[in-house]
């Protein structure tokens, strides 16, 4: 069996990216994944232009996989992803010995691109294959249907992004926003149930901005998406990633209220608190306005938890602009944020915005902010002792293989004892009720609570 090294940076867009490569050279090629890039016949590396040093981090990647390549010729290198698309054949002029370079609308064509480079090697100067072209729809249409290793999956329901952020490189590397036919997500979401998935996550770069086909052709919005979603046998747990706050409308919100299923945690970036600042990221929103959204989410979901995206920095962000944002924070509470310094994309109107805060002051903001968000998340970690979370069991606990280990709503790990005869086996893929003990910082402890209908002293008999 040839073997397939991926490595993977970015987002969760491009890990599910990297799954589908992975799925696909398998059903073609046969290819087994390895985590040892010296030992696979074909290596990888999908990549993220998200913020800087993408390039660097690409070309430093490269240079040690040509090490690999001078002592094995017949290897294979691939570059895809948002670095890829921007770049394109430059990859080739930098790195003469990449074979292939795709984009994230291009993935799809890997078998046909492998099969090539290798009809090619023949020849003494083997042309290389560059197709980072944008044919959406046809991609999906492509793609086997995902394997289901464990009990959550991802499933990809709309990608690109047409909102052109003035930050932000996305709409140019992975193209405009387009939704899968919901015929298409819907039978992925039925195999993967059939498969022993209990948990799916929607992916999108904005979930939420779904407007999918129906059978019949007329558009369905997320939040009817997410209730034929959360009624697919077997599913017990749904969730979505990533969110804009202009897609947020009233039924989104009742979906909270209306679907159990339903996790009680969303994502969504406000990145940042001044709505001087929001003007010039061209975020379509005032800080009222996303204030207003969680408000009426709260209403219908009181303990759902909220988790954001911050820039920090952004050209001409005053102390003031800065304090906004902290502000605005204290009055959401935050359980999480993906915060980073601004950092400059080639090609975006932020680029050009002059830029008069100094990196030292941009550092120590973003520390600040950092600092009260995890104390944040801390506090809402402690509050959790004492009371019962629903959990979806997982596996053996990852350092102590006698504990059981899964994920609350709001997304923490627990790892708890269970009796004896609750062995991983046979509660993976199983919804728990555990009762918290100890909050750590990066998980909690728990003990697994019998089930509604028997008391403690019959689990422990049972057990
Ligand atoms: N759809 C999401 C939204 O509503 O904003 C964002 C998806 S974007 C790919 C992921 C995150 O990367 C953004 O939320 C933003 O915080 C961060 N990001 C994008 N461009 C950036 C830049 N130039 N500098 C720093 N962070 C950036
Ligand atoms: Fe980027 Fe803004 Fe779209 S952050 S992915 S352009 S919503």
């Not at 944008?134 to 909102?163: H, N, Q, T």
């Not at 979906?255 to 600042?277: C, K, N, T």
């Not at 050209?315 to 924070?329: R, V």
Request: net charge neutral.
């Amino acid at each position: 069996m040839p073997k397939l090294h991926i490595k993977t940076f970015g987002c969760q867009m491009n890990e599910y990216d990297s799954s589908r490569m992975t799925d696909l050279l398998h059903a073609s090629h046969g290819y087994q994944t390895t985590a040892d890039a010296r030992e696979a016949d074909l290596v990888l590396l999908n990549t993220c232009s998200v913020r800087e040093k993408a390039q660097e981090k690409v070309f430093s990647q490269l240079g040690q996989w040509r090490q690999l390549k001078l002592r094995r010729p017949q290897m294979v290198i691939g570059v895809g992803g948002c670095v890829a698309s921007q770049e394109g054949a430059m990859i080739l002029r930098r790195a003469p010995y990449v074979d292939m370079v795709f984009g994230p609308q291009t993935l799809h064509r890997l078998p046909a691109m492998l099969d090539r480079v290798f009809a090619a090697r023949e020849k003494a100067s083997p042309p290389r294959e560059v197709d980072v072209r944008f044919p959406e729809i046809e991609k999906f249409d492509c793609l086997p249907p995902p394997r289901a290793d464990g009990v959550k999956a991802f499933v990809s329901v709309m990608e690109g992004c047409s909102k052109y952020c003035t930050f932000c490189v996305v709409p140019y590397t992975r193209g405009t926003e387009f939704s899968r036919p919901f015929d298409d997500v819907i039978t992925e979401i039925y195999e993967l149930a059939e498969r022993g998935v209990r948990e799916v996550t929607l992916l999108g770069q904005n979930v939420n901005g779904y407007r999918g086909a129906r059978h019949a052709g007329e558009k369905m919005n997320f939040a009817e998406l997410l209730h034929y979603v959360a009624a697919v046998d077997g599913i017990g747990r749904v969730r979505f990633t990533t969110s804009h706050p202009l897609e947020c409308t009233p039924q989104l919100a009742r979906a909270f209220a209306d679907i159990p299923e339903l996790a009680g945690h969303m994502h969504l970036p406000a990145q940042s608190g001044s709505d001087r600042i929001l003007r010039a990221m061209k975020r379509g929103y005032t800080a009222a306005e996303y204030v207003e959204w969680i408000a009426q989410l709260r209403a219908a979901r009181p303990d759902i938890s909220i988790s954001s995206d911050f820039i920090v920095g952004f050209p001409g962000e005053s102390g003031e602009d800065f304090a906004a944002t902290m502000e605005l924070i204290e009055r959401v509470g935050y359980d999480q944020s993906f915060s980073f310094v601004y950092s400059a994309r080639p090609g975006t109107p932020a680029a050009e915005f002059p830029d008069d805060v100094s990196a030292e002051e941009k550092k120590a903001r973003l520390a600040k902010l950092q600092k009260r968000i995890n104390e944040m998340s801390a506090e809402i970690s402690a509050r959790m002792v004492g009371g019962a979370e629903r959990v979806l069991v997982e596996g053996a606990s990852r350092k102590d293989a006698s504990r059981l280990s899964g994920r609350t709503e709001n997304n923490r790990v627990v790892n708890f004892d269970a009796p004896a005869k609750s062995s991983a086996e046979n509660l993976r893929g199983e919804f728990v009720q555990v009762k918290i003990t100890e909050a750590l910082p990066n998980s909690l402890r728990g003990e697994l609570l019998p089930p509604d209908n028997m008391t403690m002293a019959e689990s422990r008999a049972a057990a």
